[in-house]
């Protein structure tokens, strides 16, 4: 089993990275992919860049390329629900997007409007949080939404993110998603709590990434070990 694990930046990827044994390091395109291993279970690393377009062309890259059998996206989020706070969890159950409707998605190639996630993962990532005792932060399974916005208002955060059952916006996960769905390859993503998507959003994203990023690679790592080598 080869799993794909992306973050969009580098701070998200740092301490997989740092903890994985490197067999090659492969450059396509401008982004760099690490090849090799984390507790016995081989994984292909790299950062895609924000934005839904860089995020759909380097999972293909993954799948395409490189051969992975799942795909996981791991990084930061911007909180939705009042009740997730910085540095929670998030464990995708779904994506779907915010700005592009759900309705005009389900009528387009291809024919999907909300994409699931990999229940053996998922499964997974909860048990990993559960081993994690010491922990500050809580953790949900959830759906994500997507969009190429960062929310920095909190009136656009309630016209585009109040109505929705996410937990946790993105830049990256929902085209992620459509592409392994293309390519019938299951995906997953686990996210932590970088901001509230909302008025503060900015100063609070500053202050948090690097905390939130090592969260969610911390759970990362003890999901791969959950999973079959």
């Given at each position: 089993?080869?799993y794909?694990?992306?973050?969009?930046?580098?701070?998200?990827?740092?301490?997989?990275?740092?903890?994985?044994?490197?067999e090659?390091?492969?450059?396509?395109?401008?982004?760099?992919f690490?090849?090799?291993?984390?507790?016995?279970?081989?994984?292909?690393?790299?950062?895609?860049?924000?934005g839904?377009?860089?995020?759909?062309?380097?999972?293909?890259?993954?799948?395409?390329?490189?051969?992975v059998?799942?795909?996981?996206n791991?990084?930061v989020?911007?909180?939705?629900?009042?009740?997730?706070?910085?540095?929670?969890?998030?464990?995708g159950?779904?994506t779907t997007?915010?700005?592009?409707?759900?309705?005009?998605?389900g009528?387009y190639?291809?024919?999907?409007s909300?994409?699931?996630?990999?229940p053996?993962?998922?499964?997974?990532?909860?048990a990993?949080?559960?081993?994690?005792?010491?922990?500050?932060?809580?953790?949900?399974?959830a759906?994500t939404?997507t969009?190429?916005?960062?929310?920095?208002?909190?009136?656009?955060?309630?016209?585009?993110l109040?109505?929705?059952?996410?937990?946790?916006?993105?830049?990256?996960?929902?085209?992620?998603?459509?592409?392994?769905?293309?390519?019938?390859?299951p995906?997953?993503?686990?996210?932590?709590?970088?901001?509230?998507?909302?008025d503060e959003?900015?100063?609070?994203?500053?202050?948090?990434?690097?905390?939130?990023?090592?969260v969610?690679?911390t759970?990362?790592?003890?999901?791969?070990?959950?999973?079959?080598?």
């Amino acid at each position: 089993m080869r799993y794909g694990i992306i973050g969009a930046m580098p701070v998200e990827i740092e301490k997989i990275k740092n903890t994985m044994t490197i067999e090659r390091t492969t450059d396509h395109h401008g982004l760099t992919f690490y090849e090799g291993s984390v507790e016995g279970r081989q994984i292909v690393l790299t950062t895609c860049g924000v934005g839904k377009v860089n995020a759909a062309h380097t999972t293909l890259l993954l799948i395409d390329k490189f051969g992975v059998d799942k795909v996981i996206n791991v990084g930061v989020a911007g909180g939705i629900k009042p009740d997730i706070h910085v540095k929670d969890v998030v464990i995708g159950t779904s994506t779907t997007t915010f700005d592009v409707g759900p309705d005009i998605m389900g009528r387009y190639f291809p024919f999907c409007s909300n994409y699931q996630y990999d229940p053996e993962i998922i499964e997974a990532a909860k048990a990993a949080c559960e081993s994690i005792t010491d922990r500050s932060w809580k953790y949900v399974t959830a759906p994500t939404i997507t969009g190429d916005m960062f929310v920095t208002d909190s009136g656009l955060k309630a016209r585009f993110l109040g109505g929705t059952d996410a937990y946790c916006n993105d830049m990256e996960a929902q085209a992620m998603a459509q592409i392994a769905f293309i390519y019938k390859v299951p995906i997953a993503n686990i996210r932590s709590i970088s901001d509230n998507a909302d008025d503060e959003a900015t100063a609070t994203y500053k202050e948090n990434e690097a905390a939130a990023a090592e969260v969610a690679a911390t759970v990362l790592l003890e999901t791969l070990k959950r999973l079959p080598a």
